[in-house]
């Protein structure tokens, strides 16, 4: 079983930057495709990036170029670096661990999550 938790949320301002990390444990993080989704209220929950387990990045047309996702598998330790933040980048941020075939953009495709980090940001 894999326990995912996120740090780093908080409160920032137009154009601030916030990182984001989400520790992993009970599993083999090296091994995990993880990926970033985010929900706004009212909502659906929708991907913000992912890596795969070789270092692979991808991310949602909305945040390339801001934001950059790494892996430290020797801390098995998710992040997330948020640049050039925007009010509509205000959400709840999760981490989850991929753990079928499914596009790596389909909720589905992942079956642990952490239980999500508040990110605002101020215009």
């Known amino acids: 079983q894999v326990q995912l938790v996120e740090s780093g949320g908080g409160l920032a301002q137009t154009g601030g930057s916030l990182r984001l990390s989400c520790a992993a444990s009970g599993g083999t993080f090296s091994t995990n495709g993880m990926g970033w989704f985010r929900q706004a209220p009212g909502k659906e929950r929708d991907f913000v990036a992912y890596?795969?387990?070789?270092?692979?990045?991808y991310y949602a047309d909305s945040v390339k170029g801001r934001f950059t996702i790494s892996r430290d598998n020797v801390k098995n330790t998710l992040y997330l670096q948020m640049n050039s933040l925007k009010p509509e980048d205000t959400a709840v941020y999760y981490c989850a661990a991929r753990t079928t075939s499914l596009p790596i953009q389909a909720r589905y495709a992942y079956a642990y999550w952490g239980q999500g980090t508040q990110v605002t940001v101020s215009s």
């Open positions: 890596i795969s387990s070789g270092g692979s990045t």
